[in-house]
Structures are given as C-alpha cells and as structure tokens.
C-alpha cells in the first residue's frame, strides 16, 4: 500500500537541487516517480525559501576542502607524500572548488524548475496553518519556529486532503525532530498523536516502502 499524496520538506528540497555530485537519488528518483504520475508530490512554499539559503551555506566549496589541503600541506612538509602528488592534490581541490562554486549558482535555477514539474505542487502557508503552529506551538514539543511551521503545514494539509476523499496521506521527514520515533525506535506521545489525528504516514526517507496495514484507529474516524 502507497499513499497517493507524499509530503516533502526542506530536506528534499536540498538534495534535488544540491550540486549535481551530491544530489540525492533517492530524492531525484521521488520526483521522477512522481512526474510519472504514481502518486502527488507536495511541498510548502517556505521550504523552497529555506532551501535557497540553505543549500549555498551547506555547501561552500573551499570550508568543504580546507581539511583535505591542511592534511595535504602537513604529509607534504611531514614528508610523507611526494611534492608532486601534494601538488596534484591541489589541483584536484581547485578543480573541485571551482565545479562546486559553478553549480551553487545553478541552485536558483533549480528552484524555479521545481515548479514545473507536473508532479510536484507547491503550497503557501495558509491561515489555519498558522494558526495550528501557534497552537502546536503551544505544546511540550521544543521544536523550534520553522518546524513548528512545516508540521503545521503537513497536519493542516493532510486535513484537508482528507476532506477531499483521500484516506492518509505520506510525509518523508529526515529531520529527527520532526519524527515521531525517537533515536531508539520509540515512540514520541505526543507528535505520533498529532499525525495519527491528521492521518499522516511518516516515512524516515524517500523509499516509501509499501506498508502492510495502517493504525487501526484511523478507520474509526470519520
């Protein structure tokens, strides 16, 4: 059994328009399976929003190779590598440097693809969702601004899906704060509620592996 509407994040936002090396396939292949009509997928507009500062600070080119040429430096002056494989070295770091710098300016672009693909639906943040974040807000979640507003977002979104005929809906949440297990696989009372109550399925990737039956208590509710 697969959900007919999958719900994704910031989290997915990145890894599909990340640089091209470091681009998730699990996430591509989502879009894609999506595009080809097997289920839609929909993400809230603010997540397009974060991911464009997101991705570019993540993914700074030289914080990312500085290690690798302080190692290079220290066996090059230690001795333990020829001058000229140093040298290669970094060339190979510049190289990557520059490949990396040319595909974060492709990130906008990315971005504005997004929305044309037919598969993906993007939404803005609606009154109500508001309104459910100031009352989520309100419970012992510690879960900070932003998150307290993409779960609004999905709960709020489920709902009216819902409304429209869909039984459940999938959410793919790698953000551990948004989970509903914690690290050891248990159970967190109070957001595991808040999904069952708005019939949210959450998966910890992008698989969407088939599930054998879903909570029982959502049947006996109308």
Known sequence: MKPSVVLVETNWVVDVTAPAHLQSPQAIQLLQQADAGEFQLLVP????????????????????????????????????????????????????DKLVANELKKVPERLDMLTTHPGLSIFPLSEPMLDRQIAVGAMELSLKPYDLAVLAAVLVKSEELLQEGHPWVGFCELDSDLQPWDKSGGRKPILSDLYDNSRVWVYGDFLLEEIDSLPESWDNQT
Not at 58 to 67: K, N, T
Not at 75 to 85: C, H, N, T, W
Request: hydrophobic share 40%.
């Open 45 to 96: 507009a603010i997540c397009l929003a974060e991911a464009r500062e997101t991705v570019p600070r993540r993914f700074r080119p030289r914080s990312r190779s500085e290690d690798f040429r302080k190692f290079v430096r220290w066996a090059r002056d230690e001795g333990r590598i020829r001058l000229e494989d140093a040298e290669a070295a970094f060339r190979v770091f510049d190289q990557f």
